[in-house]
């Protein structure tokens, strides 16, 4: 895994945390950056070690502020680059979404743009209570991607994707618990720690059934409605796994289940 500026991985046990890494720019996002986030996850979704996914932003300010728009006149400053640069940031949403694994956004301070399109694109948010999120293509002149506007309907409904998009206000941390864009928010002294332990708890969860059912669950939102081929067998397989054996004679011990599968 190579290093690019403005991103780091750290590792605790099972949990890798993808760290946006630029707190003096409120960790803005550069198109460096972009084209580095789908080899940076596949490395990590090819690592047996890896159970769970974190992604934050560094510092106290930001998760991210959106993406760097200083570079805009540069990389993004006609139809023709813009295409190249929106490929490349839909790229990039698209590792994190699809990843096999689960993934956690833990959000702190400004959650804006692109910083909200990264976080939408991991399965689970947390935020504390200093958090703002927004997504501000009409104070810029842009249209947000079909595959990023159908994350945010997916998560909050279509009317309140329409009221974020189009006003392009922010929404403090407790409006984005109650319209379903985050699933947590905690005191800010705590989002580590309360993070922390949802992976925690995620690694100790039999990874096939965890990942089986991200599985099935992005078909559905993706429009399928009747069992397949393919989820018929992520089901059936479940049984002739020894996760499946020590889940059930756990159980009948009254004791905690240790999982193997990863």
Known sequence: MSAVEGLSVNREDATATVVLDRPQARNAITLEMYEALPGIVADLDADPAVKVVVVRGAGDAAFAAGADIKEFQRVRADSTSARSYNERVAAAEGAIASLSKPTVAM???????????????CDLRFADDQARFGITPAKLGLVYSLESTKRLVDVVGPAKAKWILTTGLHVPAEEALRI????????????????????????TRAQYSVRATKSIIGRILAGQTVDDEHTTGLRASSFDTDDYAEGVQAFLERREPVFRWS
């Open 180 to 203: 379903g864009l985050v699933e947590r928010v905690v005191p800010a002294g705590r989002l580590a720690e309360e993070t922390a332990e949802l992976a925690r708890l995620l690694c």
């Open 107 to 121: 959000v702190h301070g400004f959650c804006i743009g692109g910083g909200c399109g990264i976080a939408l694109s």
